[in-house]
């Protein structure tokens, strides 16, 4: 398996503002994702960041609130744009190490807060 | 469109006893399923998989579960719960060849002291 690493951990915002959040993986891996996740509710797929190129949204995400980099085959980031409260959620990266039908496996996720 | 439904929301059990949490799915072709596990302000830990093979697979943590193709399930099972086996359970499943998945909407095991 590979260790993840997301920062922030949490985070309290104001409204309007934006928020860029990092994951590290500690080896190359094949595909990395980015979940959001109400507390205590199951995993809502955002969008799968490809290395060198555009991330491809899931229905009912858009680039514009939800720009996804990932500029090598360690690290992505994610920013939440233009924050309301409904974006307070758990927002997750996961990434898949071996090919498919494989596991993903999950950093320890960005709790957000929007006031 | 491929699915996975967990029916009980919350999972209540003595400490010893075994545990069961349910999970089916509903997936064109062959299907791969995946138990995670979500202690407090943490991630998805990953459990165990069935991709092909033996229906019986056994996981992190003496947990196992029982792939049946005829009652498209997949149930988490486990012969003597512990406290801190108190978590709440994810399954997940896709089709063979994806590399997306879906995941149920979590059951809450609560095991009792």
């Known amino acids: 398996s590979a260790v993840i690493s997301q920062k922030p951990s949490r985070d309290i915002c104001q409204r309007g503002t934006s928020l860029t959040i990092q994951c590290q993986v500690d080896?190359?891996?094949?595909?990395m994702f980015w979940y959001r996740q109400q507390p205590g509710q199951s995993l809502t797929l955002i969008a799968t960041?490809?290395?060198?190129?555009?991330?491809?949204?899931e229905s009912g995400f858009v680039i514009d609130k939800f720009p996804i980099s990932r500029p090598n085959l360690t690290f992505s980031t994610l920013t939440v744009s233009n924050m309301s409260p409904e974006d307070s959620s758990i927002y997750l990266c996961?990434?898949?190490?071996?090919?498919?039908?494989?596991?993903?496996?999950f950093g320890d996720g960005t709790r957000l807060s929007i006031l | 469109a491929q699915s996975v439904a967990q029916p009980e929301d919350q999972v209540n059990v003595a400490e010893g006893n075994p545990l069961t949490v349910k999970c089916t799915y509903s997936?064109?072709?062959?299907?791969?399923l995946f138990w995670y596990v979500q202690y407090p302000n943490r991630g998805l830990q990953f459990l165990l998989k069935?991709?092909?093979?033996?229906?019986l697979v056994k996981g992190s943590y003496g947990f196992e579960a029982e792939f049946n193709k005829s009652q498209t399930s997949f149930h988490l099972k486990k012969p003597s719960a512990l406290v801190s086996d108190s978590a709440l359970y994810f399954c997940?499943?896709?089709?063979?060849?994806?590399?997306?998945?879906?995941f149920g909407p979590g059951t809450r095991l609560s095991v009792l002291p």
């Open positions: 080896s190359q891996v094949t595909m």
């Open positions: 997936v064109s072709g062959n299907p791969y």
């Open positions: 997940a499943g896709g089709q063979t060849g994806g590399q997306n998945f879906v």
């Open positions: 960041a490809n290395q060198g190129s555009e991330a491809t949204y």
């Open positions: 069935y991709i092909t093979g033996d229906n």
């Open positions: 996961s990434v898949l190490v071996q090919g498919p039908n494989q596991p993903q496996h």
